[in-house]
């Protein structure tokens, strides 16, 4: 089989990666891919966004499926385009995919659901968001734009003064365009994160292993939201009475609301959850694997990739017989540019990647990498995702920072506390 990996982030070099290794598969193509992906599959010169030739380049190269890594695609309608013509796909259609497209319409889904959530309320109008934030107490609050916004359009606000601002630069300053004509304010949840992936293909759910993010760029979780600085897996504040919890009280009545309401969802269902003293609630759904909670997590699985897609894509989920797991832990450590969130240069030769990619149990993930002759160079905020797996956390932490020392290029920095909540 041929498969294609649409994007060129962390997350689909290690689908590429992951992919690659099933006895069943041929090829790996990527679509448009980056460095690293060019190493363990075959870079496509297609935008993940042209569908029209992302689809004729499947149907004219016999790929016998097609896995969309990043949202933007997948909102775009991507899966309905080759549903259309025939060709396997995995990953949600675009009235499903509106889980992480809408946040307005995910809320409006988790309340018919039950799913424990932020209690919160969607604007259009200025003068409206303000009125509700005045009635409000003087308390933390979240403002978050409704469309897509390259994981930027929320803003933790520590009063309500400083939410009014947050709603002012969306809704009447246009800072995040369309994504930000409608915003969604909500109660401010206090807990630790987790994140929950699931394979769904409609009806069957099959969670994988636990993982946790961090968000922000600095040391001890501070400084401004990134894309995310590293991961790693299992996290084990998530027990299996909660997990329980989770299945039952979230995962569930939000497929089987999807269906019911005529959006029935297919692909990786992302939880992202606050672990309140009330118990899990979910912060917000996304539509795709986590990055870097792919790196983590995919770096431990067992079990053919590609069986899993192909038989979620085909409806044929319940046919699998579980899920087999490396018991060890994985830490997932984002080596970013300087200047990372904000703007930052590009192509910054690297070194040192192949030293750590030789380093028992380690794998270097490419995010923002680009090849120009023989160098590899800097292409993006968020570089490489260096993990590493170890027999407890902390050695999979020491086992990642070791491959990150052996890596260097001009500004490069990282955060040194990826795993200490575990």
């Given amino acids: 089989m041929k498969v294609l990996v649409v994007g060129q982030g962390g997350r689909e070099h290690t689908l590429v990666w992951k992919l ?4 069943v598969v041929e090829k790996v193509y990527c679509a448009p891919g980056n460095a690293g992906t060019a190493v363990d599959g075959e870079n496509v010169n297609i935008a993940a966004d042209d569908l029209g030739r992302l689809m004729s380049f499947a149907k004219h190269n016999d790929i016998g499926l097609t896995v969309v890594g990043p949202e933007v695609p997948l909102v775009a309608g991507i899966v309905d385009e080759f549903k259309s013509h025939g060709l396997k796909v995995f990953g949600p259609s675009k009235a499903a995919a509106r889980l992480e497209g809408s946040k307005a319409f995910s809320k409006e889904i988790m309340k018919k659901a039950g799913v424990p959530t932020a209690a919160s309320k969607s604007f259009t109008r200025l003068e409206e968001a303000h009125a509700y934030l005045d009635a409000l107490d003087d308390v933390p609050i979240v403002v978050k734009a409704d469309g897509l916004a390259a994981g930027k359009g929320v803003h933790v606000c520590k009063n309500c003064t400083e ?10 300053d246009g800072l995040f365009g369309p994504a930000g004509q409608t915003i969604v304010i ?16 409609g009806d069957t759910i099959i969670p994988l292993e636990t993982s946790q993010d961090h968000k922000r760029a600095h040391d001890g979780d501070l400084g401004p939201n990134t894309g995310g600085m590293g991961a790693y897996s299992p996290a084990p504040l998530v027990t299996d009475d909660i997990m329980d919890d989770i299945i039952r009280r979230i995962l569930v009545p939000t497929i089987h609301t999807m269906r019911v309401e005529g959006h029935p969802f297919s692909g990786v269902l992302y939880a992202g959850l ?20 792919a790196q983590a997590v995919l770096m431990r699985l067992k079990t053919d990739l590609t069986q899993i897609l192909s038989l979620a894509a085909s409806g044929r989920l319940a046919e699998l017989e579980g899920l087999e797991w490396d018991e060890r832990p994985a830490v997932c450590v984002v080596m970013a540019s300087e200047g990372y969130p904000g703007s930052y240069p590009k192509g910054r030769a690297i070194s040192g990647i192949n030293e750590a990619d030789q380093l028992s149990d380690t794998k270097v993930f490419h995010a923002g990498t680009m090849a120009k002759d023989m160098d590899v160079l800097t292409d993006g905020g968020r570089v490489l995702g260096v993990t590493a797996m170890g027999d407890s956390i902390a050695d999979a932490k020491q086992a990642a920072y070791q491959a990150v020392e052996r890596i260097c290029w001009d500004g490069a920095w990282n955060r040194s506390d990826i795993s200490d909540k575990a």
């Fill in 20 to 23: 690659a290794q099933s006895p």
């Fill in 163 to 172: 939410g009014k601002a947050a709603a002012t630069q969306m809704l009447q």
């Fill in 186 to 201: 909500e109660e401010c949840l206090e807990g630790q994160e987790a994140s929950i992936l699931a394979i769904v293909d």
């Fill in 274 to 293: 606050m672990l309140t003293q009330h118990g899990p609630k979910v912060i917000e759904y996304n539509v795709r694997f986590g990055d870097p909670e």
